[in-house]
């Protein structure tokens, strides 16, 4: 690796070598990577991914994570999302009533988070949502969603996955929050008409896009934020 020259107060960037084992969207990647502030900046404040700036821009605005709440992170690995939300709600430090709760559910396995409570647990399964809710407690304050479709290159076809990954989402989090709860999620351009918006309309009292700074320029990304909850699951 090497470093661009710069002049003046330029900032120098950090070039990858294509390798014989590295190919070029690789080397992209991992150029893009080491020339992150947001990638540094969560290595140097302790979060496990840069994703994590995301969600602190988004409710430093909205101020939905308050102290106290229960919350749910769906797909939470590997985990930046949990660890803040846990750190804004208190369920790490907090006490009484001030303490919160936060559960982390994934299929895939992660590393234990402070004040987080990790199932590993496909919320698509029909038990999750009394899972949920015992494992909190009760009904959930917010559910957060950074979740992605696996890529398959077909532009169609992902619209597709990520719309109905949303979806699926949106209505897991129908089941699991209180009245007046949160719902945040990870959409792409385009992807939350019809279907979604109806619904997400319907069930929460206001419903916006909005794209932090900390998303990538070129990335198509949004986030779908519905607060004001009209419902109730179940023992809510």
């Known amino acids: 690796m090497k470093a661009s020259k710069g002049s003046g107060s330029r ?4 070039r990858v070598k294509t390798g014989k084992n590295r190919s070029l969207s690789s080397k992209l990647w991992l150029e893009r990577q080491l020339n ?6 969560a290595k140097r404040e302790g979060y496990r ?4 700036y995301k969600l602190i821009e988004i409710d430093d605005k909205a101020k939905f994570l308050k102290a106290g709440a229960r919350v749910v992170d769906l797909g939470a690995a590997p985990g930046g999302w949990s660890q803040f939300a846990a750190k804004r709600v208190g369920s790490t430090d907090g006490r009484g ?16 988070i402070s004040g987080v409570e990790i199932l590993h647990l496909d919320f698509l399964d029909p038990a999750a949502p009394d899972v949920l809710k015992e494992t909190l407690g009760g009904p959930a304050d917010v559910v957060l969603s950074d979740m992605a479709a696996n890529a398959t290159g077909h532009r169609k076809t992902d619209h597709l996955k990520i719309v109905a990954l949303v979806e699926a989402a949106a209505a897991f989090a129908a089941e699991i929050l209180k009245p007046g709860g949160t719902f945040l999620a990870k959409v792409i351009q385009g992807g939350t008409e019809g279907d979604l918006l109806a619904m997400l309309k319907r069930d929460f009292a206001s ?3 909005v794209k932090p700074a900390a998303s990538r320029q070129d990335s198509a990304e949004l986030y779908v934020l519905a607060t004001g909850f009209r419902g109730g699951g179940k023992d809510a």
């Open 97 to 112: 009533r001030e303490k919160g709760r936060v559960v982390a559910i994934d299929i895939l396995e992660m590393d234990a």
């Open 49 to 52: 991914a840069r994703a994590v």
């Open 36 to 41: 992150d502030p947001y990638v540094a900046r």
């Open 207 to 209: 419903v916006k896009h």
């Open 11 to 14: 900032e120098l960037k950090t």
